[in-house]
């Protein structure tokens, strides 16, 4: 891949995934204008986590049929479609819908990361899918601090105007762009459909998808949550809410390199760390309603574990499932999803009862979980999942020298 379709695909990955996350710190302004109660913000954030879910199971595994590249840029413009609307929107019902429309579209990103692991080379792979996937979270946490800016200059809607031409630009972008998607073959929808449900019995994918719930959950109860106590507790405006985006996607940049580390056969120990790191997290995140800079530490080092523990994830289940990639990616962002909504809407309604010491409690439990998932699974995973890039370049390799080596004109492989 070239350093330009690696960055085409983390933009498009960014502004994609931007849409669903962008209202989290402005949620109060958009309640206030749509008139949505406080204990029910989180639905803004769950309305487009929902829609995701529709596309991850009915959209993403039509990669595996179908000309990605042009997939791309069709999902892409409907994103911007369900942007619009939500700009649009005169009452909450309509925002509901243009969120879930962007969502259900924004499974572009799983069409995106699974484009990529399939024209990688093996021993690549994990790189390549480290710089897209950066792109993810920078849309994750970048949006959220551009947000906070736009809302206050020119009101909540300005957003998600910005996101929808973003969207509708990027869709010619990649049809220009990006090199063909040469398929071997083709597949029945029903098929692929039905081999995206037998994933869900598989150990690898099962303990891998587990773990992905539990950490996104927890992601989710921190960024659909933590804009309430800073505009109670410390009176921030959107846009200084917004400015803490800069500290998580401090950390999750870091946390980059752990695509190379897979490549080099420790995908389960980072997974490990990064879980450890993450339980680690809450307890600064714990300490906001009296210390900002512990807040800080906090949110950095969350970050960093969560993307270290994804694209750890990604990168196993790539390259154990080497032949589907776009279908057992949408299948493990189901769990990235569900964990995404739970968070979302459990966030508010606990600190609409107990205060913040509720959603604090329930990310480091959340977290807790997902290690001992971790834990109860470590032979499946070490077996299957630690090494599948490096064995697949050895294949690559003998199969590319067989094809060089001939004997006669009738081109007889030695």
């Not at 829609?51 to 994103?79: E, N």
């Not at 205060?355 to 439990?365: D, E, M």
Request: hydrophobic content about 55%; some cysteine; charged content about 10%.
């Amino acid at each position: 891949m070239s350093w330009k379709t690696r960055l085409l695909l983390a933009v498009v990955c960014g502004v994609a995934v931007a849409g669903v996350y962008a209202g989290q710190p402005v949620l109060g302004p958009m309640g206030r204008d749509l008139g949505v109660p406080v204990d029910s913000l989180g639905w803004f954030v769950a309305a487009g986590q929902f829609g995701y879910l529709a596309g991850l199971v009915l959209l993403v595994p039509l990669g595996d049929m179908l000309d990605r590249r042009r997939l791309i840029a069709g999902h892409l413009g409907l994103v911007a479609v369900g942007m619009a609307v939500t700009a649009s929107a005169p009452g909450a019902w309509a925002a509901y819908a243009g969120l879930a429309v962007a969502g259900l579209f924004a499974v572009v990103v799983q069409t995106a990361v699974a484009y990529t692991a399939s024209i990688s080379p093996a021993t690549e792979r994990g790189r390549n899918l480290g710089i897209v996937t950066s792109g993810v979270v920078i849309g994750i946490l970048g949006a959220r601090v551009i947000a906070g800016g736009l809302a206050e200059l020119w009101g909540w809607r300005s957003i998600y105007v910005v996101l929808a031409s973003l969207a509708g630009a990027l869709a010619l972008l990649a049809l220009r762009m990006l090199p063909a998607d040469i398929r071997r073959g083709t597949a029945r929808y029903g098929d692929v459909l039905r081999s995206l449900g037998g994933l869900f019995t598989q150990p690898v994918f099962l303990g891998r998808g587990l773990i992905a719930f539990f950490v996104f959950a927890s992601f989710g109860t921190l960024w659909s949550g933590m804009a309430l106590p800073l505009a109670d507790t410390w009176h921030l405006s959107e846009a200084q809410i917004g400015l803490f985006g800069i500290a998580g996607l401090t950390g999750a940049l870091g946390a980059a390199r752990a695509g190379r580390w897979g490549d080099t056969g420790h995908a389960r120990r980072v997974t490990g760390i990064g879980l450890a790191l993450l339980i680690a997290s809450w307890a600064a995140i714990g300490q906001l309603s009296w210390s900002l800079p512990l807040l800080v530490a906090g949110v950095i080092l969350l970050d960093f574990a969560v993307q270290a523990v994804h694209v750890s994830n990604q990168h196993t289940l790539t390259a154990v499932y080497a032949e589907r990639t776009s279908t057992v990616i949408g299948a493990y962002m189901v769990f990235y999803s569900l964990g995404s909504a739970l968070g979302a809407a459990s966030t508010t309604a606990l600190f609409g009862a107990v205060g913040w010491v509720g959603p604090s409690v329930l990310g480091a439990a959340l977290a807790g979980c997902a290690v001992v998932v971790w834990a109860l699974s470590p032979r499946v995973m070490a077996r299957t999942g630690e090494r599948p890039a490096r064995a697949e370049a050895l294949i690559t390799i003998r199969d590319e020298c067989e094809s060089e080596v001939h004997l006669g004109h009738g081109g007889v492989r030695r």
